[in-house]
């Protein structure tokens, strides 16, 4: 499959993100699964003003509770740490366990997101929907 995926982005680099918002309706879409550096690119380039680029993390120690175990020539390939280094996220989320801070974090990204909407709804003069 890896293999496969390859293959087609190297003939085309934004088919998996295409298809990924082929059917989305929605004003706001959560992209959870960018891969590599040429799908964030793709999303940036497409989308630069609405664009916002989110991380999720937890500690070693979290993921070994959570029953992750590093499977060499899997969890070390491109495809699961490609965007380890060299992306500028906008917000890291720390999700270690705890629901109040996690919460708290989430409150934030919905500011920011419904803050980055309105600056692009004022900047194209939409009227966001009630």
């Not at 680029?53 to 070693?60: D, G, K, N, Q, Y």
Request: proline letters at 2%.
């Amino acid at each position: 499959m890896i293999r496969w995926g390859e293959m087609k982005r190297q003939q085309d680099s934004g088919f998996f993100c295409r298809l990924a918002i082929k059917h989305a309706t929605q004003p706001i879409w959560i992209i959870s699964d960018c891969r590599r550096m040429s799908d964030v690119q793709w999303f940036h380039e497409e989308f630069p003003e609405r664009c916002i680029c989110v991380r999720v993390e937890a500690s070693e120690q979290t993921r070994a509770q959570r029953g992750w175990r590093i499977t060499t020539g899997i969890d070390d390939a491109e495809s699961e740490c490609g965007l380890d280094e060299g992306v500028k996220f906008d917000y890291i989320i720390r999700n270690d366990g705890a629901d109040d801070i996690l919460e708290k974090q989430l409150e934030d990204l919905l500011s920011l997101i419904k803050s980055r909407e309105k600056e692009s709804n004022t900047q194209n003069n939409i009227k966001p929907e009630k």
